[in-house]
């Protein structure tokens, strides 16, 4: 399911998008055809780009007029960061499709996929450096942070007992650091004042924070068709989410049926009626609660920054994001 963003409807991001799309695709060109083939799969099948878009934006607060080509450049090297991450994601969750096409994996093997993938962070390191010594140590530590998140999910993969903390560690790691990055690199890059690269920085990662609850929260409360792919599949993987872990803290009869389905790998009815109990509680409004709370996070740093029509784009983007889940 689609997620819609106000940053996609700045009146110079189209442009800038084509801008973006172009030195993607330069970015990942070699002189071997076939890992030139594999590095943009993914590229060529599409993507809305958030990441290089929030840094865009975030390097056209306070201002009217097109980005540089570093701005464009460092947004590259976020987006690349993204993609070697869901190349590696792939080859550990077996997936077989991504944005309607073949997984790197399915079609051309782990092997090829994980080489692919570190290809890619590679690239993505080199245009980093590019941008100076600054720009190369956060784009690293990132990628570090990713890991990070990563490891928190998957040494909870099945744990019953995994805590709302250990969740929030984890999504700060995996998701929101590249958010918050892709922020403060396009404020570094645009030469923002100190003040407003801090208030970028933060944004980019409530921003996140609300990315990827609202991903979650649609994982549970979205259909089958809207998603492209089973509903619940988290809990199918073990991997237990805001809205589930909320369910299972509250003790109650609902939770106990939960807990006794959960743990271990869930055939396809008892899938369905886990989904049917975590859907039916209160748990869900409570996720949606913590979403909402890091959506006023996010207004209030833009409180902080430089008025214009790329402030007001970040202000009205993570209330978009979570009205997509409020039904």
């Not at 997620?3 to 070699?30: N, Y």
């Not at 540089?68 to 997936?95: A, F, K, Q, R, T």
């Not at 782990?110 to 245009?127: K, P, V, Y």
Request: proline share 3%; with cysteine; glycine share 8%.
């Amino acid at each position: 399911m689609a997620l819609a963003s106000p940053l996609l409807e700045l009146p110079l991001m189209d442009a800038d998008r084509d801008r973006v799309e172009s030195a993607l695709l330069t970015s990942v060109r070699t002189r071997d055809a076939y890992l030139t083939e594999i590095a943009s799969h993914l590229i060529v099948a599409g993507g809305k780009r958030l990441r290089p878009v929030m840094t865009i934006a975030a390097a056209q607060v306070g201002s009217n007029v097109p980005v540089s080509d570093n701005v464009i450049l460092g947004g590259i090297s976020c987006e690349l960061v993204h993609l070697g991450s869901l190349y590696h994601d792939d080859v550990m969750d077996e997936g077989t499709t991504r944005r309607g096409v073949e997984t790197v994996n399915a079609k051309w093997g782990n092997l090829q996929a994980i080489l692919a993938g570190d290809f890619l962070l590679s690239r993505a390191s080199e245009i980093a450096a590019s941008l100076g010594n600054d720009i190369a140590g956060l784009l690293a530590r990132t990628i570090g942070q990713l890991c990070e998140g990563q490891i928190e999910e998957l040494r909870h993969t099945y744990d019953l007992s995994r805590t709302v903390p250990s969740y929030l560690v984890s999504i700060e790691g995996k998701t929101a650091s590249l958010f918050s990055t892709s922020a403060r690199i396009g404020s570094i890059v645009a030469g923002h004042d100190a003040t407003t690269i801090d208030a970028l920085t933060n944004y980019g990662t409530s921003f996140g924070m609300v990315f990827q609850i609202v991903d979650d929260l649609l994982d549970i409360m979205a259909t089958d068709e809207e998603l492209g792919k089973p509903a619940g599949h988290d809990m199918e993987e073990g991997v237990y989410t805001l809205p589930v872990l909320l369910t299972l803290a509250e003790g109650d009869a609902t939770a106990d049926q939960l807990r006794a389905l959960l743990g271990k790998p869930l055939s396809q009815d008892e899938r369905a009626h886990a989904l049917s109990l975590v859907r039916a509680h209160p748990g869900v409004q409570s996720a949606i609660d913590s979403a909402r709370n890091y959506v006023q996070m996010a207004e209030a740093e833009c409180n902080r920054m430089p008025q214009g029509a790329a402030t007001d784009a970040l202000r009205n983007a993570p209330g978009a994001l979570l009205a997509s889940v409020i039904r």
